[in-house]
């Protein structure tokens, strides 16, 4: 044994270790991208396979395929990763599985980096699949070694969803290092693997009929557990019950508390044997009343006389993330106890700054690009999920749509389609091009979309930190490996106008963009240059005061954070990676590369 100190998310990592897993797969997306990345770093050394997929849904049936052979397998994806995941996912749950199978599917009450807020509980209770919700770091490490023995005694795929805070929290842990997998039996056929509507038809009853026989084993899982003390009790899920047994701490109240691990299927006897001691409970639990609604249900099958007070009577907030501060004063109100917000001692506040592309994002130049291309042409772009989400900020204002993974194209299809009059160009990052991407540039080719899809390419997938994807050339564990030339597939799907372009070549770009937008029929332009963070910056910029005539366009148009106001015009700061581009925009010749 050894003592570390884990976050939550590696923390599931060594959990998967320690159950001997023999393949993780996963697409990255925060909260959980550390899950993967940590089980890559770790497969060269025990021996394991781990992967980083085109996206979720292809991740789950890599998992899928091993755990039909007999192996334990990880899939890590965030919130609404399972959306592009559950058509298999759904399934799957008919199917069964034969080795233990575990969705890490972390959730983002906040939300801090997601697109929506969904509640991935929902999602177990839709697919009829059993989901543990993690306390802690350290729970979730546990978890993490009792969901793939639950999967194979049930022969179910399990979810395991922590969220943000729990994913990312630190907290000191016994972690043992050995790996000892067991043999893998190898795949072998059965009907059962051939979803035909029959086999779904008598798959749903064995569905059904097992959920009992989850709650039970759910039941006498240690994650739910009770300390009375009282009539008046709080059911607290997940990470809640840290908020709640803070919150009682200082209101200097000991109530009755039910701590919820496995929220679904929420297992009826710790419920109910809880529920008859108490007058009135109070449920809470972030985003959704799952664990709410499955109380009432027990409370009026069992014929218990108590008030039930949660999210369905308002007591509790259905959005947003909870902490402390948050929960106290409901547990004080639901208490009938004073509470006093402590006033606290706040560092002095930040200044504003909105979310902006990097100082010396090359695809900062590549919307800065398109948008003086399009200059007296009506152009709608659309945008996607990842950094270029940032191009809505002025002063580049080049992304008016974002919906999900990959929608950009289709989107600017639709647009095109009832907006003929407009031109429609969809950026999309090269890592988001591989996960969903291709099958709207294929619509597009396919049903003559005059549209111009721009792949925003800086040769990694940067939002989530950096994961390389099927065109750098490089495997989870850094292997090499084969690059998959997004300008050849453009042109293999049909594409008659493919052009590869450094967007820092302004003169060069500002061609090719002026060409997609005039090209009739879909245009593919990869705007290739890496994500500044990965290399080295040579040289910087500085702004020559005496030749600048105070225009403000390096800041109106380009918009780089590495500039700030000065007293005699605008000045360079530190943040500059000597891109160039505001020297390319400056019609005085005012900004020059510092030599020393
Ligand atoms: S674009 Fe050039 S001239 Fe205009 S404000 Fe910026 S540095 Fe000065
Ligand atoms: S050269 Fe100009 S645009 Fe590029 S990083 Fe430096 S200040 Fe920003």
């Known amino acids: 044994m050894q003592l570390k100190i884990l976050s939550g998310n590696e923390a599931i990592a060594y959990g998967a270790l320690e159950a001997g897993l023999h393949v993780a797969t996963g697409y990255p997306g925060t909260p959980s991208s550390e899950v993967l990345g940590t089980l890559a770093r770790l497969a060269p050394e025990y021996g394991f396979y781990a992967e980083w997929s085109t996206n979720e849904k292809v991740a789950l049936e890599v998992a899928a395929g091993a755990a039909l052979s007999g192996a334990r397998a990880l899939v890590t994806m965030k919130q609404v990763g399972l959306n592009v995941a559950a058509d298999a996912l759904m399934t799957l749950a008919y199917l069964g599985v034969v080795g233990g199978l575990v969705l890490v599917v972390a959730d983002d009450p906040g939300p801090h980096s997601s697109q929506n807020e969904q509640d991935t509980r929902l999602f177990g209770r839709f697919a009829k699949v059993p989901v543990l919700d993690p306390a802690t770091p350290r729970e979730a490490k546990a978890m993490t070694v009792f969901a793939f023995d639950l999967a194979e005694r049930l022969q179910l795929p399990v979810i395991l969803r922590p969220t943000t805070r729990v994913s990312h929290v630190c907290q000191e842990m016994d972690v043992c290092p050995a790996y000892r997998p067991r043999p893998v039996e190898g795949f072998r056929q059965d009907p059962r693997w051939v979803c035909m509507p029959s086999l779904a038809a008598q798959r749903h009853v064995w569905l059904n009929t097992v959920q009992e026989q ?116 409901i547990v004080a109100a639901f208490l009938g106890v004073p509470y006093r917000q402590i006033p606290k001692t706040l560092p002095p506040p930040l200044p504003r700054r909105g979310p902006v592309l990097c100082a010396g994002c090359p695809h900062r130049a590549s919307f800065y690009i398109f948008k003086e291309a399009a200059q007296g042409m009506d152009v709608v772009f659309t945008g996607d999920i990842g950094c270029y989400t940032l191009g809505l900020a002025p002063p580049l204002e080049a992304v008016h749509t974002c919906l999900c993974m990959g929608a950009g194209i289709g989107m600017a299809a639709g647009i095109h389609r009832v907006n003929p009059g407009k031109k429609c160009v969809a950026f999309i990052g090269d890592s988001t091009f591989f996960h969903a991407g291709l099958p709207g540039l294929i619509n597009a080719v396919y049903n003559r979309a005059e549209i111009v899809v721009v792949v925003l390419d800086n040769r990694t997938t940067a939002m989530t930190g950096h994961q390389p994807h099927p065109g750098t050339g490089r495997t989870a564990t850094g292997g090499e490996t084969a690059v998959v030339d997004i300008a050849s597939l453009a042109r293999a799907c049909g594409v008659t106008y493919v052009r590869e372009v450094d967007p820092f070549d302004t003169d060069t770009a500002l061609v090719t963009a002026s060409e997609a937008l005039r090209h009739s029929g879909p245009a593919v332009v990869v705007m290739k240059s890496p994500c500044t963070k990965l290399v080295k910056p040579i040289t910087r910029y500085r702004v020559v005061t005496e030749r600048c005539v105070g225009c403000e366009e390096c800041i109106r148009k380009v918009g780089c954070p590495a500039f700030l106001p000065g007293a005699e015009g605008p000045v360079i700061g530190s943040d500059c990676t000597g891109c160039g581009l505001c020297a390319a925009v400056c019609p005085a010749d005012a900004i020059e590369r510092v030599t020393e």
């Open 214 to 329: 989850v709650a039970a084993l759910l039941g006498e899982s240690p994650f739910n557990f009770a300390t009375v003390a009282g009539e008046a009790g709080i059911i607290a899920c997940g990470v809640s019950f840290n908020y709640i047994r803070e919150a009682l701490r200082l209101l200097g109240q000991e109530v009755s508390v039910l701590k919820i691990g496995t929220p679904y299927p929420l297992p009826e006897k710790p419920v109910v044997d809880f529920l008859r001691r108490m007058k009135r409970v109070l449920v809470v639990e972030e985003l959704e009343p799952v664990v709410e609604d499955q109380v009432v249900a027990m409370a009026w099958r069992h014929g218990l006389r108590l008030s039930i007070a949660g999210k369905r009577d308002g007591t509790v907030p259905r959005e947003g993330e909870f902490d402390v501060d948050r929960v106290a004063p």
